[in-house]
């Protein structure tokens, strides 16, 4: 037993001990990003490994055995690498910034006397081992094994797998109290996650029985663990579901093993032996490296391909059926074609955002630990799909706007407890595409912006005129401007964040918008809204005077002619529609886009209810709809300087252009009678139409 | 607030050892020797899991489970139970009276504590 | 028809203004499988009275059972042209809709 005047001492040191453990990891991380990079220099090496063994040396002193089990394996790899007995290849690299990721947990776990699973990181110590075995017989393995043991060693290295389990459980499943919640959070604690439901089999509400399970999921893992943990969360439920477990197939992986695996064919021992080191998947490939460019090219000339198939098909609908039965049917044939063309080409190019969420949870989990704050991340809509040359951008402004919530809203464990909240703060972190843009949000339950010093502070920088008093909302966009340094007046810390500025232009660039919504004390959402720089959209053709728009379909939920008694003007807001109880306000796209000739009376056009992309609902007044049709988005940021109100332009059948409305700005300016989009309408449809016939 | 767990075995050293494991993890632990003793518990207050014995005298735990699954009060709650075989029968037999699944012995405290966070919400 | 746990506020019949929603009928804070049943009968009522909101503060434990009859509840009350709204969802409820994969059909009907 140890008296208390002992124990106190102790615990002095060990708390010394892990605020120097996070001061190393911060090193670790650093330099191993360096190495990963290809910057590293032979000090780079050196750094990595000390730090690596100073966290060993206090975990022996304090007893953390399995901390000290795993960073001398850690350290053992690193003095190898020193030492020149193994390469530092892209696979060794990742694999120890896998293990200083898995380092920093321990370290945590220990320090919060926490117990980690017995397999926890199991595979990453057998990766560094085997690179390990690798390093001291390397020529013997080599020339030794059949082939086969490399390849599995291999395979171990690498790591991170993609699993897809498809989860449908038996309409009794819940009353045995097991939890599909609980399994996806037993999933996601194996690794990066993606959710998508399957509400098919949902039966109409008055016929649905309350105890009975109807959805189902599938799921997309990627993990370290082996398939057998995938299979061990579902344990208790196998007999009550239906449960379909598989690894996919990674591309590049694939890709190297297509040669190998032909060459094996015809001289199986010869081509192990002599390759020992590719990666040879267990079914060969179907998948080749295509570059890029050669894509981006595909999917321009397809664009062009529908915008001419849509005019033919117009033009054919004009001659008689009985006369060109054959030229009619083929111009069907040919629209149907285009369309599955157009389709195949776009999913070649468009990539979920799950590669750059994947990165997220790591950025957390480091930023956390140097922070001293509990924070876990939540993700969702991993699979929502964007444009790869959209997905390459988005990771600096994400990882921005992610530092910012666990840097300036997410408060300290202790904060936390006091302000009776949770001690482990939430970043969600999702995607969505919604108006033909993907909306991607960061939002935490952290301490939100304190309007009252936001704006006391942009008065005294002269942002904000004396007598002006802005919205809430416009108070909490205040920082986004540059000359507003948030650092001193939205918390204490300071000189870590970047600027807020610096991510809106970051998202800017990328032909986006960034908007925030707060609630003091209860944390703040950011929202960036990006283009698809090129869509295939669903759009109601609208016209206004002689000006054609395209809505997207998506984001209406009804269109009708009101009564007179259902418009009435509200001071300040501008005309509002009363519609079963509810008032929305109205916006007069004629007035916004300056168009003449147009219907003024929403009586006498349409009114379109939109749903925009905060909250609210709006209703959009036109002269008349004209029909349903699917448009390829020309992009207006690379045609043309982007325009307010405006999410892109498209070519229709007859050869008009047209634009697409962004139904999110529309929102604003009907927030704000009398604001105006920038340019009239019919300049930019015309100046859009001059630069797109220059590019073709 | 913590979980309240009760845990049902006619075998002390197993009720202890498991409420020690419990306990010490955080949890609020009853301990029952039967499943008599057990359905008297329950009727006493609110619990979020139960982990229980199958062979027991008086009542054994597959019968333990029907009562929990056809009463009203505690229906929706997790039942995990405590098998010494790793074979199927018992745990289908488990399985078949609504339990919500099983935990062999001997087992260690981290895959208890593990299986809990599988089950309970 | 409403018994203990169950509270509903005086404001239960209120109707969606823009995008503010008043008072509502209010969730229990546990809503796990035998929290089902009543949940769609409850429901049900409003659904038939003409518009359906519902205040999810004080959910601390949603349930995938009752997660499905909510999203029943509001596929009805779209096909029926009825209001349907969940407001003020607690973070638990928020976080276990992410967590289902329902997110972007959750994100419809919360205000």
Redesign the interface.
Same mark, same amino acid.
């Given at each position: 037993m140890m008296s208390e005047g002992e124990a106190y001492p102790l615990e002095q040191f060990r708390k010394t001990y892990f605020e120097e453990c996070a001061e190393l990891l911060d090193v670790l991380q650093a330099n191993l990003e360096l190495l990963a990079a290809g910057a590293g220099s032979e000090e780079t090496l050196h750094a990595i490994f000390r730090a690596v063994h100073s966290i060993k040396g206090g975990a022996g002193a304090f007893g953390f055995s399995s901390l000290v089990a795993f960073s001398h394996v850690f350290e053992s790899l690193l003095d190898a690498l020193r030492e020149q007995k193994v390469d530092a290849t892209p696979d060794v690299t990742q694999l120890l910034l896998r293990a200083s990721d898995a380092l920093a947990d321990i370290v945590n776990a220990a320090r919060s006397e926490r117990?980690l699973?017995?397999d926890f990181a199991s595979d990453i110590l057998t990766g560094m081992e085997e690179a390990l075995a690798g390093a001291s017989g390397a020529t013997a393995a080599a020339s030794a094994t059949s082939g086969i043991e490399p390849v599995a060693a291999h395979a171990a290295v690498k790591g991170e797998r993609s699993y897809r389990v498809v989860f449908t459980p038996h309409t009794e499943m819940?009353?045995?109290?097991?939890?599909?919640?609980?399994?996806?959070?037993?999933l996601?604690k194996l690794g990066g996650l993606t959710?998508?439901?399957d509400?098919s089999r949902?039966?109409?509400?008055?016929v649905?029985e309350?105890?009975?399970?109807?959805?189902s999921?599938t799921f997309v893992l990627e993990t370290g663990a082996p398939q057998s943990a995938i299979h061990e969360?579902f344990?208790?439920v196998e007999?009550?579901c239906d449960l379909l477990i598989e690894p996919l197939q990674q591309a590049a992986e694939a890709v190297s093993a297509a040669p190998t695996a032909n060459a094996t064919e015809a001289a199986p021992a010869v081509a192990a032996a002599a390759e020992p080191s590719a990666t040879v998947a267990p079914t060969p490939s179907q998948s080749i490296r295509v570059d890029v460019d050669k894509v981006d090219r595909l999917v321009n000339l397809v664009g062009e391909l529908v915008i001419t198939q849509a005019m033919l098909t117009e033009q054919g609908s004009l001659l008689p059926v009985d006369q060109y039965p054959a030229m009619i049917q083929g111009i069907e044939a040919l629209a149907q074609s285009a369309r599955e063309l157009q389709e195949s080409v776009m999913a070649i190019r468009a990539q979920p955002v799950k590669s750059v969420f994947a990165r997220m949870p790591r950025v957390v989990r480091d930023l956390a630990a140097t922070l001293g704050k509990e924070v876990k991340i939540?993700t @969702?809509?991993e699979m929502t799909e964007i444009d790869k040359t959209v997905i390459e951008q988005l990771n600096d402004p994400l990882t921005h706007m992610i530092r910012n919530a666990l840097d300036h809203g997410i408060e300290s464990p202790d904060d936390r407890v006091a302000a009776g909240k949770p001690r482990q703060g939430?970043i969600?972190l @999702?995607a969505?595409q919604r108006s033909g843009r993907i909306v991607i949000e960061v939002s935490d339950?952290g301490r939100g912006l304190n309007r009252e010093k936001v704006l006391a502070k942009a008065r005294d920088r002269g942002l904000v005129a004396p007598g002006v008093n802005p919205s809430e909302e416009e108070i909490d966009n205040l920082i986004f401007l540059p000359a507003f340094s948030t650092a001193d007046v939205v918390s204490n810390i300071s000189g870590r964040g970047v600027g807020m500025d610096v991510v809106k232009r970051n998202v800017q660039a990328l032909g986006g918008r960034i908007s925030v919504q707060s609630r003091f004390g209860a944390g703040s959402r950011f929202t960036m809204s990006l283009p698809l720089t090129l869509a295939v959209v669903d759009g109601m053709v609208v016209s206004v005077g002689k000006e054609t728009f395209i809505v997207p379909l998506t984001a209406i939920i009804e269109s009708l002619r009101p009564q007179p008694a259902d418009i009435n003007p509200v001071v300040g807001r501008g005309d509002v529609l009363a519609l079963?109880?509810?008032?929305?306000p109205l916006t007069y796209l004629h007035s916004s886009f300056a168009i003449e000739s147009a219907v003024t009376d929403p009586c006498q056009g349409i009114v379109i209810i939109v749903?925009t992309e905060g909250?609210?609902?709006i209703g959009v007044v036109v002269d008349e709809l004209l029909g349903q049709q699917q448009v390829v988005v020309k992009s207006l940021e690379a045609n043309y300087d982007a325009v307010d109100g405006i999410s892109g332009a498209t070519i229709l059948g007859n050869g008009r252009v047209a634009l697409i409305l962004d139904v999110a700005r529309l929102r604003e300016i009907g927030d704000k009678p009398g604001m105006r989009m920038t340019k009239p309408a019919r300049e930019t449809t015309s100046e859009v139409r001059e630069d797109m016939n220059h590019a073709a | 607030m913590a979980k309240r767990i009760l845990a049902v075995d006619d075998s002390k050293t197993m009720r202890d050892m498991v409420s020690f494991t419990l306990k010490k993890a955080g949890f609020e632990v009853a301990e029952a020797e039967d499943g008599k003793a057990a359905l008297n518990v329950l009727g006493g207050g609110k619990f979020d899991l139960i982990i229980t014995d199958l062979n027991m005298p008086n009542m054994d735990g597959i019968s333990l489970i029907k009562n929990v699954?056809s009463g009203s009060s505690h229906r /929706?709650?997790?039942?995990l139970i405590l098998t010494t075989e790793s074979d199927g029968t018992k745990k /289908?037999d488990g399985?078949a009276a $609504?339990?919500? $699944?099983?935990l062999v012995k001997p087992f260690?405290?981290?895959k208890l504590?593990?299986l809990i966070?599988?089950?309970?919400? | 028809m409403d018994t203990g746990a169950w509270s509903v506020s005086d404001n239960e019949n209120a109707?969606?203004?823009? *995008?503010l929603v008043a008072g509502g009928y209010r969730l229990p804070s546990q809503l796990d499988?035998t929290s089902?049943?009543k949940?769609?009968d409850d429901i049900?009522s409003r659904?038939a009275a003409g518009?359906v909101v519902v205040d999810a503060g004080a959910v601390d434990r949603?349930?995938?059972?009752c997660?499905?009859?909510l999203?029943?509840?509001a596929?009805?009350a779209a096909s029926a042209?009825v209001?349907f709204r969940i407001a003020n969802a607690s *973070?638990v409820f928020?976080?276990?809709v992410? *967590?289902?994969?329902?997110?972007?059909?959750f994100?419809?009907w919360m205000?």
């Open positions: 117990a699973p017995i819940l009353q045995k109290a097991n939890e599909p919640l609980l399994l996806v959070r037993q996601r959710v998508d439901v509400m949902l039966p109409a509400f008055e649905l309350p105890e009975a399970a109807y959805l999921w969360v344990e208790f007999d009550d939540v @969702s809509g939430t969600h @999702s969505a339950d079963r109880g509810e008032y929305l749903q909250a609210g609902r | 699954r /929706a709650v997790p039942i /289908a399985k $609504g339990a919500t $699944g099983w260690s405290p981290d504590i593990e966070q599988r089950v309970c919400p | 109707v969606v203004t823009g *995008e499988l089902a049943r949940l769609k049900g659904l518009a949603l349930s995938t059972p997660v499905q009859v999203v029943a509840a596929l009805a042209n209001p *973070e928020r976080a276990a992410v *967590e289902l994969g329902l997110e972007t059909q994100r419809n205000v």
